[in-house]
């Protein structure tokens, strides 16, 4: 056998079992495969020519010279030897070649004596080289082969590996070109369904580029604003949106985040272009690229109405329901707070603390619904506009409490307590009746060394004198008045 040209080609990425993966199948005949096995013939000097490709159910016929569509179960063994060893066969009578066993294989009926074959290779599963088919030329006499026709040969099984090669980069480019569009359109799904989240939970995305100070904002930041999709802003224009307090705090977060990494999470208030007034709550963390901030991105909600309700929860679990004045929760928060201020700034305190006098006999003759009218009128008189800037509360039944840090104040706490008692004892006028009520005193100042425990103490000796005092007032009042 003479000796052939090594046979090489780029292998195409295709499994032995799926060539239709490229339509060579469901094609049928085809010019360029009818064109290369008529030049094999010829190149060759052998009458005829096919190319075969294989699969799991065996070998089919893709293209023929001189003979029509057949069966190609007859040339099994020499297909075979050219898909296991993976390289050309040039067999000059296969009679005469012991591989053969003295068999001599048909093609279409016809008994092939020389024979030759360059395989049709491409990747298999492994990524190694594999035999999907085979170029062949064949006569029914013996031939000779020599260097020149093996050579052209192998090249025109370089051009059928070529094809396919195409074929399947062509496929692949319309799978690709497929499957790009169908992630457009769940790309495309995708941002609608973010669109209408934004839209339905008051957020939005943004993020401030460091290099030009330019803020990105999605659709739903432009809404929260009352403004169109449109020009970006500045990051100067972004913080107009805030009020001054509420930007301070905004550039300092921001400025902290951009310095040292840390993500900030807060709310503050904020003003739209309409001019209306919200609660928002941002989100942002840095963007780094090579050990360099970048940018600070993040989230961006609208929620007022959500603090709106927290704020009324809030005020409910801290307000006296039928006096409208802090209740005795609110009334140990707002103490302890203080009395720790107090002492920090080296500032005056006082506390009062109220109770009404002969409030059970109000209960016990006129009834609670009355009690509770009283209540309310004493709630309303510690609202008063001169009682502005201090802290009052109900601690429960007829007790109440005033936290006073208005130094003027302070500095004549007897006259204070004097016109709180006066405010006190005004009638209280119900639908059916009048109610003479009244209410007795007692102050502390905090002392240097006071708590809040010390201070209460203080307060309540005190009111216990002042309310023996009006007591021993009245006795003698109504003395003199029988006198």
């Not at 399947?168 to 495309?188: K, Y």
């Not at 970006?232 to 930007?247: G, V």
């Not at 109220?354 to 006999?361: A, C, R």
């Not at 102050?443 to 005190?462: E, F, P, Q, S, Y």
């Amino acid at each position: 056998m003479p000796s052939s040209p090594t046979h090489h080609a780029d292998t195409v990425g295709i499994c032995p079992d799926a060539h239709d993966m490229f339509g060579l199948v469901n094609a049928g005949a085809e010019p360029e495969f009818d064109s290369i096995v008529a030049l094999a013939a010829s190149m060759v000097d052998m009458p005829h020519a096919y190319v075969s490709f294989r699969d799991r159910a065996g070998h089919w016929l893709k293209a023929s010279h001189r003979f029509g569509p057949c069966d190609l179960s007859g040339d099994d063994v020499l297909r075979d030897i050219v898909c296991a060893s993976n390289e050309p066969l040039f067999v000059k009578d296969v009679a005469a070649d012991a591989r053969f066993c003295g068999k001599t294989p048909t093609i279409s009926g016809m008994s092939v004596r020389a024979y030759a074959a360059i395989p049709i290779r491409a990747a298999g599963a492994a990524g190694a080289p594999e035999a999907i088919g085979t170029l062949s030329v064949f006569d029914t006499a013996p031939a000779s082969f020599s260097a020149h026709t093996e050579r052209a040969l192998n090249h025109l099984g370089c051009l059928v590996e070529t094809i396919v090669k195409a074929r399947a980069m062509a496929r692949h480019a319309t799978e690709i070109g497929a499957l790009a569009q169908e992630q457009a359109g769940r790309i495309a799904r995708q941002e609608m369904v973010f669109r209408e989240a934004e839209r339905m939970a008051l957020i939005g995305a943004w993020r401030l580029d460091l290099t030009s100070n330019s803020v990105s904002w999605s659709n739903g930041i432009y809404r929260i604003h009352d403004l169109s999709p449109g020009k970006m802003p500045s990051l100067a224009e972004a913080l107009d949106y805030y009020p001054p307090a509420a930007r301070a705090i905004v550039s300092e977060r921001l400025t902290d985040t951009i310095e040292t990494g840390t993500p900030f999470d807060f709310e503050t208030d904020f003003v739209t272009a309409n001019g209306d007034l919200r609660r928002v709550r941002s989100r942002g963390e840095r963007e780094d690229h090579d050990g360099r901030p970048i940018a600070v991105f993040g989230v961006f909600q609208d929620v007022t109405e959500q603090h709106a309700i927290t704020m009324r929860l809030k005020r409910s679990a801290e307000v006296d329901a039928l006096t409208g004045i802090a209740n005795r929760a609110a009334f140990n928060d707002a103490a302890t707070n203080a009395v720790a201020i107090a002492h920090d700034r080296d500032t005056p305190l006082m506390l009062v603390l109220i109770d009404l006098d002969s409030f059970k006999d109000v209960n016990d003759t006129f009834g609670h619904l009355a009690g509770d009218t009283v209540l309310r009128a004493v709630g309303r008189t510690l609202q008063a506009p001169w009682l502005e800037g201090a802290f009052v509360a109900r601690l429960g039944g007829d007790e109440f409490a005033v936290i006073v840090t208005d130094p003027a104040m302070i500095d004549d706490r007897a006259t204070f307590a004097a016109r709180l008692e006066d405010d006190l004892a005004r009638p209280v006028t119900t639908k059916t009746t009048t109610i003479a009520t009244g209410g007795s005193a007692g102050t502390a100042l905090l002392g240097k060394d006071d708590t809040l425990h010390d201070l209460i103490h203080i307060a309540d000796t005190n009111l216990y004198a002042a309310k023996r005092r009006r007591i021993g007032e009245r006795r003698h009042g109504n003395r003199r008045h029988v006198a």
